[in-house]
């Protein structure tokens, strides 16, 4: 039961935060607090030992701190911070984090050439008959980027130890 919920609530939760991000540039709150709270649940039952746990809210801890400067200086959303430092939990302080930080980086900058190319061609793409949110097409909205987190968190959350021990290939 344990493993199914490893193998659920984590990709069904980021899955969620992107596709309501996409549609409305919002990431809702229960999302978050239902990925946090979760782990919490979640986490003693799957084998993961006291100092593997205080290190996964740790590593939550730095993420918020590092989310709430960029949020603080208008580069971040609130919803993509609350987010971010809800999936550090489920990565733990360690190798994966950082993967799964660097994807993100990565697949943000891919997006963020993707909404600019379609805010410079918006005018063919108004009439076209693709089903583009209206925000897309202005200036001043931001980056989606839960989307990227999202992307970023199925590339790299199979890899993580959580994922892992669930499979039954960590004791």
């Given amino acids: 039961m344990v493993e199914a919920a490893i193998f659920v609530i984590f990709p069904l939760c980021v899955a ?6 996409f549609i409305s540039m919002k990431i809702p709150n229960r999302i978050s607090v239902i990925l946090a709270a979760s782990f919490f649940v979640i986490a003693p039952f799957s ?3 006291l100092v593997t746990f205080a290190w996964s809210v ?13 949020f603080a200086f208008n580069v971040m959303g609130g919803g993509d911070a609350k987010i971010l430092s809800a999936a550090a939990l489920w990565y733990g302080f360690n190798i ?3 993967t799964f930080l660097g994807f993100t980086g990565v697949f943000g900058g891919i997006l963020a050439l993707v909404v600019l190319t379609i805010r410079a061609n918006q005018n063919l793409l108004l009439v076209s008959p693709l089903p583009i949110p209206m925000h897309f097409f202005k200036d001043r909205e931001g980056i989606p980027y839960g989307v990227a987190i999202g ?4 590339a790299t959350y199979p890899e993580t130890e959580l994922f892992l021990r669930a499979l039954g290939r960590l004791n």
Avoid: I, P, Q, R
């Fill in 96 to 98: 994966d984090l950082v």
């Fill in 47 to 49: 084998g993961m030992d």
């Fill in 58 to 70: 740790a590593a939550a801890l730095s993420v918020f701190a590092g989310c709430f400067a960029l």
């Fill in 151 to 154: 992307v970023a968190a199925f």
């Fill in 16 to 21: 969620m935060a992107a596709f309501c991000d």
